[in-house]
């Protein structure tokens, strides 16, 4: 925080000058320490006796000297340059921002679960185990799938698991075939993973209600294809209706149904996966059940099968004997194998099976329904100030584009920047990629009216502005930590780290 | 159909916010007349006509009470005096770190989309990113993977994307063995193949051997300390892989406040594990992957990369940069399909390291070592115990008794020791053999005690 | 968070729109619920049987219904309009707000703490007595005196505790005497806890070292006053260099020394109350020993005394057995009584033995140092800028007035005012009383040299614009949450409460 | 002289930002060759010359080895059924609230003096106050006490000023009995006197006593429910207390959830302990004191007041108001001499109460009294179990036995349980008998449970 000596400056940028942080590089200085650790009690001998001299480095250069005042200031004032779903409303479109639960968190830190070691003997480890199965046994219960590996940490770590398993059961059938197909409207990781399952892409065409074609399906599914991977529902927050159908056009071909379970907070507790002929689906446990986001991750992506694809699931798995005792078993001969190290994000695991526990069954089930009736309660009011590309009825989220404020030469980003200034975190922006200049809101079931409202009427003043003063919102945000930033100028020459 | 009304009170929510009056309110804007009406887009075959059968919806009270009896069937570090670590190592955690992570602004925000409203996430990418480079003296460090093995496979895949055309990548068998067994799954469809180099008496990697199979590799990946606790000598080891993209795996984190880099010693990329960086070992996870490489591969990079920029104002400022590597723009073509990586861990990381800083890191390590130094010369002491591997160490070795290791650590346990991993579990013929991974917190008083215990448990067994 | 649909307004209303929260009355709907219990699981008999109607309320009028999302976003919104140490400098004289580490946080949660029972017996509370002993066992060595009393929860407390025991001391003798000495640039509840102490008041002048005249206190201690409060240094920082003399003619009078230990964080380590003829002091453990302030409390005022007032002290004290058990001793026949219900604010004292170990012997000297080497630094780079009523030396804390700014009708409430704008909190204003227009200024050592300079500079920049713009300053603040308030009409039509 | 160097950099500590460089800079501003200069006005006979002796400087890591061992020497509720009261109760705490409060912003900021930035404090003062009206029935509040006994004190002093020349302040010895000590302490040189009313053979205290008494009386003090845990007719005590000012204790504070309200019931002030609403016992403090007047007594509370403004641009807003009658105004003739008060409990305290709500409140209170009632009729049962006392109670009720209560309680605590408080400790004659607090946090079985253990153990005594 410097503070300048220029009498005549502006009193926004001494305030703006208060919202700057130094790097804590630069706040650096000859004999701070930020540390102190109990003093070695054991001989100190010459380090040469420990290690060669020449495995050893000699001091980090460039390492900072900070106290633990410098440190704590500088992350709280760093945590200040953001906005959190506790501060607001926070509708990233796809990404299901919703109320972090506290008592989760403290849950997670019960010292049982935070100071376990990922390989103790089982026997030490009886509560983990449990606490995993029971999260398997509830999630099997949500997909209305007989098997769900808790493996994967991400969504799409759980995306590649998927596909490795039908690769895998394909191959055991004699041909792993070549092709996934896979939507138009699909989210990026779902072609990278696929790729990088072995997969080549074929994408498939939305139709004009934004969804799937039967008629496409049935002739893009030929003999070597290995699956579909859809969005249910899809990113436009469409149901696909005929996604019954469209399980026996695959199945009949001997393909796979993947569903990105991306968008289950839409339906949690109203349908089942299973029941909707879906052989595999992964959950973002950081989406619908509420871990929290934290900036980027973690996460945690459990994926549930039909039991064709069982014996193909990595391993371990978490059984339980007839003893009541549980246990790792790695008794797979067909596994993929092993997605990641220990058992994935044990941590994460354990804050989304405080959350199924604290909603059960009526909760989950309410999830989808205040979902739902949230945006919905969101498109009714944007209807008329913004364009609404596909307008089949969506379940939890809306997307808009900017084809209304366009002839006024004010685009999505235009838009976004400057609902920074009505206080919100923009929408997803410029995604699903079949819709030009796409606003894709998602508030989720945790907002209350009076908060969808403000939002509401923020994204209605601004539809205004646009037409009135679109300098105002192309200029936008003016009243952020920091404005619009040179992007191209980042990706141009860039500085990725600091140097002295 | 046993489905409750939406608008009776006795079906509010503590965690949902509308409720009775605000859902009558809503339904009536949007101009229909039940929640039901909205998902009429389900066929009704797929709709459920009861509840999940699940336990719920619980209060607090009640989530407390079944957690907590869970967690209190773990045996731990918090009551026991542990010395396991095989890749999750328990260090000091400042008190500062967990109590500024309950922050919303940096708990519940998500991916920094949006700089303008993200920069105390963005800056703290941005400096630990810097912190990697530091360590590993290498050049361009990533905003954060899932954990080390799935960056040992993404350092793989990145190794290949340059090599072009080569197919084979040759992996110590010293990298530990999950990061091994992940890679193999990573790539199992991907035409690759994986030629493993054992270890030399020392435990150290067989250097001929590894000579004799780099030539034709596009990569060469080894562990230092390896999974044995070895120290490797990257010059040496660089030396005998040739032309291949060296990769150095590193899962142990705190070690690099004491060991030569793999930057100034011939490698071209560090991949690793950031747990030990003051995270709880919490039974796996989440921690925390890195990746850093030499400025030529940054193109190639995985990941969120964070980059310096001004805004409009000149101001200094931070993005996320280069990103037409991933997945959201490259699709299919991307550089990888990670999305939401493990930012909280990453920042944790951050704080850790800055509050440490230039010499309580090297603390951290001389401290660790000296212990482990200390513990490795007493047991070597005690009759019929053998160190197998006589190679350097860092702060973890393998300890070799007459018995079979999981007697000898059940031994122990009784002792409210946490003994050691059996190196068994991941290598035949090593039955008798166990990890023991030391750290700046363990006493004196429980070094000695280890060794009077373990010293007794032969004893024991003996008879 | 409301916006507001006025496309013509400044993005400056937008974001002070932004910045408003309702009162959580305002925010309460019908249905909603921020709580669960588990189920009642005992039989619901009908309430008459429990409780007859007469004793029993209707239902809470008015009180709220909220969701956990609307408690959690209300608190978190509100947190943002406060400033704090953790974000920087917060130089309120004679309040030390100094750096709160977390380790005393961490430690004060500790179950065996925080969920013990203030009147379990003896045998189950060992570690809490133990721990009690310990924190009197350091204070009774910082301050040099043989006893310590942790009764007291706060300064005043700590007086008033003091001021009893003096009482009862002399009453012992025969003669309470009427009246106590306090000097003119003493906080105001020296006075209060006099006065509610039983005694009269008598103002003591300082001389023009702001200081207490010997001359002038030989002739106010006569046979009829109790004691002399002073606060050492006093509120100008300055250090009473004749304090054993003054000690000297209070006893050749019968009379005690009670020293005001709020300023100890600039000596604690460098010389000892007892050491200088003291025979009473309290200390603010939120103060000196880093408890955290929260907003207005807790904090913990414990009182040391000299040998000739250890009868009186509160009961009970803890006491340290042959055996080396822990118990808590009421036989005092000649106490005062007790001060508060239970062992005062234990969980205040925890945090305060957790701070004295982590500072240890050179710790505690440190700070004492540092806390000086601030305040002098300030001094020497803002005394040409603003003028200073005593320049005798000084110690951890600097008065400046606002003299040189008068004659530009800018006054110290506007440089107050001023300094938020640049990001700083501002210092204590118009205390000690004898500095007119006093600009109070107590940095502690926590701070970091940049910190220290980025305000100076501030302060440098306000005296430049008082000269330059002083209706700028006169109008400050222009960039926080709400500007200047109508303080006038809080206390002419109160509003101390919501109403529907 | 043994004293460190204090541009060392063995001198530097992690809590003091400055170290050798910028000390240095900063003596050669000042103009001075070292710090020692900055104390010369302090008289070297005073000065030591050599450090303290005291232990440390401690590591986090040798804090939490000590303070955990010695918090692991307590028995508590953490790991026993406790059916501990007396003023401090066991209820829910919501795991929101301990978490808000770490946030800097309500942890480390002070005194709201300055409300341009503080109304993050101020507004949930003024909600706080607000909430105290709606609980208690009477019309201000103020921002918080130290506790329920010293609020207790302020009250009695209150009236005192009120009613000029009157001497003589009753109370119930039915009160809690630290509070009436802590009365006694207050007043003890103020010329006041103390008439103590004793309770009726129901437990509610003693009318036809308190008639007596009470004409010549400037205040009348009585607890609801009272140290007993009887729960004392407000109407028919206003009535007997005639025309001096009523206070009403409430020690219990979940009770205002079910209980008639003083305010609506003759009294003039209530004052008691917040602790019940969600504060933990921690050991007796920090808890926090309210106190609640008549709107004419406004200008006579002790303490601070919040009241409602506007700024310049007329945006509503909240400051620190009538500070006339505080000590740094008025000074020797202030109201009160406190001036550091319980903010941030009374912060807690705003967040249970608003999380909770209009039904939480309720509900706690209702289960705490039909589950009080549950085992208060079970122990009934209990053969030579006595309840001395049939007035009607809220969650806290005398149990007596045949045998010494002490013995009786060490034979529950070998069954995990704290069964209750001693009453013998503060009345004398009532040796045999022992408080017993129940909240709705108890179960059914814990309450079974205990009824089972306290029979075994009164046989095992009788043989
Ligand atoms: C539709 C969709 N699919 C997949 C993903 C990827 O999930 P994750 O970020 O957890 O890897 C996301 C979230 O970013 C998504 O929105
Ligand atoms: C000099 C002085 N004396 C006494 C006090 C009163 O102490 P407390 O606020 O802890 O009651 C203070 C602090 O406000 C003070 O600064």
Redesign the pocket.
């Known amino acids: 925080m410097t503070a300048t000596l220029d009498p005549t400056e502006t009193n926004k940028d001494v305030a703006q000058k208060s919202a700057t942080e130094p790097l804590i590089f630069e706040r650096s200085k000859q004999g701070r320490r930020g540390y102190q650790l109990p003093a070695l009690d054991v001989p100190e001998v010459s380090l040469d006796e420990i290690l060669p001299a020449n495995l050893r480095r000699d001091e980090i250069t460039d390492e900072v000297e900070v106290s633990e005042v410098d440190v704590i200031r500088h992350f709280t004032r760093l945590s200040k340059l953001n906005v959190s779903i506790d501060a607001g409303l926070y509708p990233l479109g796809?990404?299901t921002m919703k109320h972090n639960p506290r008592i989760n968190e403290e849950i997670a830190r019960t010292p049982g679960f935070a100071h376990s070691h990922p390989l103790q003997p089982e026997h030490q480890v009886q509560g983990n185990l449990e606490l995993l199965w029971w999260l398997e046994q509830t999630l099997k219960e949500i997909f209305g799938l007989p098997r769900v590996t808790l493996q994967p940490v991400?969504?799409?770590?759980g995306?590649l698991t998927g596909i490795l398993m039908v690769h895998k059961a394909l191959a055991k059938g004699g041909n792993p075939r070549k092709y996934i197909l896979i939507p138009d409207s699909a989210?990026g990781?779902?072609p990278a993973s696929a790729a990088f399952a072995g997969y080549e892409i074929r994408e498939l065409k939305s139709n004009n209600r934004g969804t799937v074609d039967l008629a496409a399906l049935q002739e893009a599914v030929t003999e070597d294809v290995a699956a579909l991977m859809i969005?249910v529902p899809n990113?436009l927050g469409v149901f696909e209706s005929e996604i019954r159908a469209m399980a026996d056009i695959l199945h009949a071909k001997g393909a796979y149904l993947y569903c990105?379970g991306?968008?289950l907070n839409s339906f949690v507790g109203v349908a089942r996966p299973g029941d909707m002929g879906i052989d595999v689906i992964h959950s973002?446990l950081?989406k619908t059940f509420s871990t929290p986001h934290g900036g980027g991750g973690p996460?945690a992506?459990p994926v549930g099968v039909s039991e064709s694809l069982i014996p193909y699931l990595p391993t371990p798995t978490i059984e339980r004997r007839e003893d009541g005792t549980f246990y790792a078993d790695f008794s797979h001969p067909d596994s993929i194998g092993r997605m990641r190290a220990f058992h994935g994000n044990f941590n994460v695991l354990v804050r989304a099976l405080s959350y199924m526990r604290a909603m059960g069954p009526s909760g989950l089930r309410r999830i989808a329904q205040l979902a739902v009736l949230n945006a919905n309660y969101i498109r009714a009011r944007l209807k008329g100030h913004y364009h609404l590309p596909y307008d089949a009825p969506t379940l939890h989220e809306v997307v808009f584009s900017d084809k209304n404020q366009t002839p006024k030469d004010v685009h999505t980003l235009d838009i976004a920047k400057r609902l920074m200034d009505y206080g919100f975190h923009p929408p997803t922006i410029y995604f699903p990629l079949i819709v030009s200049g796409a606003l894709m809101i998602e508030p989720t079931e945790s907002e209350p009216k009076e908060e969808l409202d403000a939002f509401c009427e923020a994204m209605i003043a601004i539809a205004r502005e646009s037409q009135e003063r679109p300098e105002l919102v192309r200029s936008a945000p003016h009243t952020t930590p920091v404005r619009r930033l040179d992007e191209a100028r980042a990706a141009r020459q860039p500085v990725l780290r600091w140097k002295k | 159909m046993s489905l409750p009304d939406p608008t009776a009170a006795s079906s509010s929510h503590r965690f949902i916010s509308n409720a009775g009056e605000d859902i009558r309110e809503m339904l009536a804007t949007i101009g229909v007349d039940s929640i039901d009406r909205l998902f009429d887009t389900i066929p009704d075959d797929v709709k459920l006509d009861e509840l999940l059968d699940i336990p719920g919806p619980w209060s607090e009270v009640e989530s407390r009470r079944w957690f907590r009896a869970l967690a209190a069937r773990n045996v731990t570090s918090a009551d026991h005096a542990s010395f396991l670590g095989a890749g999750a190592y328990a260090h000091y955690q400042p008190a500062m770190i967990d109590q500024l992570l309950l922050r919303a602004e940096f708990l519940t925000a998500y991916t920094p989309y949006q700089p303008e409203v993200s920069q105390g996430t963005l800056q703290s990418i941005f400096e630990y990113q810097t912190h990697q480079c530091l360590l590993t003296g290498l050049d361009v460090a990533n905003a954060s993977l899932y954990d080390g093995s799935t960056a040992l496979c993404e350092a793989v895949l990145l190794a290949e994307r340059v090599a072009k055309g080569k197919k084979k990548v040759v992996i110590a068998k010293s990298v530990h063995p999950h990061y091994l067994q992940t890679v193999r799954t990573y790539i199992q469809n991907l035409g690759l193949e994986i030629v493993e180099v054992g270890w030399g008496a020392d435990g150290g990697i067989d250097l001929d051997a590894l000579r004799a199979v780099s030539a034709d590799a596009f990569a060469v990946a080894i562990q230092s300390p390896n999974f044995l606790g070895v120290v490797e000598d990257y010059d040496a080891v660089a030396q005998a892989a040739g032309s291949a993209t060296k990769i150095s795996v590193v899962a142990e984190a705190t070690s690099f406040g004491l060991l030569a880099t793999p930057g100034q010693h011939g490698f071209d990329i560090c991949v690793g594990e950031g747990q030990a960086w003051g995270i709880p070992t919490q039974f796996g996870g989440p921690y925390v992957g890195f990746m850093v490489v030499r400025d030529a591969l940054k193109r190639h990079m995985p990941g969120r990369l964070v980059g310096e920029t001004v805004d409009v104002d000149g101001k200094r400022a931070y993005v996320l940069t280069l990103a037409t590597r991933e997945q959201h723009i490259r699709r299919g073509k991307a550089t990888s399909n990670?999305?939401?990586n493990e930012a909280l861990i990453a920042l944790a990381a951050n704080m850790y390291l800055s509050l440490m800083g230039k010499y309580g890191l090297r603390e951290v390590a001389e401290q660790s070592a000296r212990k482990a130094a200390y513990l490795r010369a007493k047991l070597k002491d005690i009759q019929s115990v053998e160190l197998p591997f006589a190679g350097p160490i860092y702060n973890e070795f393998v300890v070799r008794t007459p018995f079979a290791a999981a007697d000898i650590l059940k031994d122990l346990e009784h002792e409210k020791i946490l003994g050691g991993i059996p190196l068994g579990d991941f290598f035949a013929g090593h039955e008798r053999d166990f990890l023991v991974a030391v750290t700046e917190l363990h006493t004196r008083e429980q070094l000695d005690h280890y060794a009077a215990v373990l010293s007794a448990a032969i004893s024991r067994e003996r008879r």
């Open positions: 796809s990404c991400a969504g799409a770590h995306e989210h990781t779902n969005t990113t990105d991306a968008n973002n950081h996460g992506g | 990670i999305c939401t």
